[in-house]
């Protein structure tokens, strides 16, 4: 059975590099033996939701999958979207009233960075933002290609979402300066997008 535990580490090093976690969430495996719907089926029925339920929360199993799909290791040792030049110049934050949490794909897990509720930030120009129960954040410090990769990790959560019967968006309005602050990102570093998910109000 699949579990998730939580368990504290003193100055454990991040794979993003200096930070610290304090509190890290192991997450389940992704099941990586569902096939269906077919993939023409969810292009063709893929698009934006600005309405969610505000209490319908996603599970830690689903969670799992959605950070897989967006940024983890593939059979191949490759990650589940192509970079430029395999520099893997991506970083995916997940947003939770509880904390900022940094998604840890080698290791499968998540690893808290601060204890601020960082959602505030991403929904001051569209309160529906708020009613999401996920909020990932993509960042890169590559100016070149950062944004490319960033773009097939949100399309391959929109493919996700579909196909589990999720909602999302992709977002550009967040306030860039807080969130920059609220990550502990370094000065070369800048986030690119806001991805609720959610399920459909
Ligand atoms: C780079 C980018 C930035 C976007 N920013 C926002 C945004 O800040 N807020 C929002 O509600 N939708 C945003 N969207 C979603 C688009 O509005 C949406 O994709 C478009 O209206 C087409 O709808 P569809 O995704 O359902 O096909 C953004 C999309 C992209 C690609």
């Not at 990586?32 to 292009?43: D, I």
């Not at 505000?54 to 983890?72: C, H, P, R, V, Y």
């Not at 290791?73 to 997940?94: C, E, M, S």
């Not at 097939?152 to 602050?181: C, D, E, M, P």
């Amino acid at each position: 059975m699949k579990k998730i535990f939580y368990t504290t580490l003193v100055a454990a090093t991040l794979a993003s590099g200096k930070l610290a976690a304090a509190e890290v969430q192991k997450l389940p495996q992704p099941d990586l033996t569902q096939s269906s719907p077919a993939l023409m089926e969810l292009l063709n029925t893929r698009q934006s939701t600005r309405a969610y339920d505000k209490n319908k929360q996603i599970d830690d199993q689903t969670l799992s999958e959605i950070l897989w799909a967006a940024f983890g290791i593939n059979k191949n040792g490759k990650r589940t979207i192509p970079t430029a030049l395999n520099k893997q110049d991506l970083k995916v934050f997940v947003l939770r009233a509880n904390g900022i949490w940094f998604y840890n794909a080698t290791e499968n897990q998540l690893e808290k960075i601060s204890d601020e509720n960082a959602v505030p930030y991403v929904a001051e120009s569209q309160a529906y933002v708020n009613d999401a129960p996920l909020h990932l954040i993509y960042t890169s410090s590559d100016a070149r290609w950062g944004y490319d990769h960033a773009g097939s990790a949100y399309q391959n959560v929109y493919l996700y979402a579909t196909a589990k019967g999720l909602a999302t968006v992709i977002r550009g309005s967040f306030n860039a300066v807080k969130l920059h602050r609220a990550l502990k990102l370094e000065e070369k570093e800048f986030v690119i997008a806001h991805q609720p998910v959610g399920y459909a109000e």
